[in-house]
């Protein structure tokens, strides 16, 4: 059993490139989130999802993108990153209550 | 509104002796509060979960943690550490009011174990 999945584990990006962090999860759970992780600060969530074709905003959005076609998928797409975008990304689906984390994705942006 | 407070962003403590990591919240409505440990590089896994039934409640890995209403805490505690338990821990607090997941994580408390 996976659980959550994400891809890539690590990345290195110039300002201004996009890219597209893939998250999916094979349990079949409806709410799944991305947050991001900055030393001091917790997880701050970008986005969320109630399920397929559902999306809305989390705490700090901006400068982020999302979309749910299937339960299985939540890919985040960075539209031009910046360097206040380095951060480690944890997605996570939820079931009664319980938040399933993926192992995280380490971006920086020079 | 929510909010969570970790009152310490490091501990540490002798292996074999007890961790009580600190964790103080500000909810409006019935929350749902959790511990979740991150070890080095890795997700956020659950430690214990609070949803209203008994105060007391049991995690893995001889964890456990009280619910104090009055004194608005859910501090964790383990009788006595081990090395494995070299991590960062984080108090966790939710509402639901509509149904939909709403999480407020606070900033962590890292915990290093001697030897």
């Known amino acids: 059993n996976a659980g959550v999945t994400q891809t890539p584990k690590f990345q290195v990006l110039k300002t201004g490139q996009s890219m597209t962090l893939q998250c999916a999860q094979d349990?079949?759970?409806?709410?799944m989130s991305w947050y991001r992780q900055d030393p001091g600060m917790g997880l701050r969530l970008i986005h969320y999802?109630?399920?397929?074709?559902?999306?809305d905003q989390g705490e700090v959005p901006n400068g982020y993108n999302v979309s749910r076609s299937t339960t299985e998928d939540f890919p985040l797409r960075l539209l031009s990153a910046a360097p206040s975008q380095t951060s480690v990304y944890f997605c996570?689906?939820?079931?009664?209550?319980?938040?399933?984390f993926g192992e995280g994705s380490r971006l920086t942006v020079l | 509104a929510q909010s969570v407070t970790q009152l310490d962003s490091h501990v540490s403590v002798s292996e074999g002796t007890p961790v009580l990591l600190r964790c103080n919240y500000s909810?409006?409505?019935?929350?749902?509060l959790f511990w979740y440990v991150q070890h080095p590089n890795k997700g956020l896994q659950l430690l214990l979960k609070?949803?209203?039934?008994?105060?007391l409640v049991k995690g893995i890995n001889g964890f456990e943690a009280e619910f104090k209403k009055s004194e608005t805490s859910f501090h964790l505690t383990k009788p006595s550490a081990h090395m494995s338990d070299a991590a960062e821990y984080f108090c966790?607090?939710?509402?639901?009011?509509?149904?939909?997941?709403?999480?407020?994580f606070g900033t962590g408390t890292r915990l290093k174990v001697l030897a």
């Open positions: 996570a689906s939820t079931w009664s209550g319980e938040l399933f």
């Open positions: 349990m079949n759970h409806e709410y």
């Open positions: 999802s109630v399920g397929a074709g559902i999306t």
């Open positions: 909810s409006s409505y019935s929350p749902s």
């Open positions: 609070y949803t209203s039934a008994a105060t």
């Open positions: 966790v607090v939710s509402d639901q009011p509509s149904g939909t997941y709403k999480y407020i």
